[in-house]
């Protein structure tokens, strides 16, 4: 079992910026890649970024050159950066990581932090 939370969500205007951060307890060493999705109001939940166990990167095309993700493997947690912020960047904002263990895969979800960005 892993256990994800969420901080660092918040209301900021358009144009500034916002840093989240995921911390993973439980059975972190087997965790492979984590990631951050987003979900609106009223929309499905995309993914945002994701980063791999060794560091790799993907970005969804809206959030590219404005969001950077990051890993801290020592403290397993992910971070997600967030600058230039724009009013549809509002969303409930949910870590996710992937476990590796008894040659099952299981994916894990946070309780969500919401980031709201006024216009």
């Known amino acids: 079992q892993v256990q994800l939370v969420e901080s660092g969500g918040g209301l900021v205007q358009a144009g500034g910026s916002l840093r989240l951060s995921c911390a993973a307890s439980?059975?972190?060493?087997?965790?492979?890649?984590m990631g951050w999705y987003s979900q609106a109001s009223g929309k499905r939940r995309e993914m945002v970024a994701v980063?791999?166990?060794?560091?790799?990167?993907n970005y969804a095309d809206s959030v590219k050159g404005r969001f950077t993700i990051s890993r801290d493997n020592a403290k397993n947690t992910v971070y997600l950066q967030m600058n230039s912020l724009k009013p549809e960047d509002t969303a409930v904002y949910y870590c996710h990581a992937e476990s590796f263990l008894a040659s099952t895969t299981n994916g894990y979800w946070g309780q969500g932090t919401q980031v709201t960005v006024s216009s």
């Open positions: 439980g059975s972190t060493f087997s965790i492979n890649a």
């Open positions: 980063i791999s166990s060794g560091g790799s990167t």
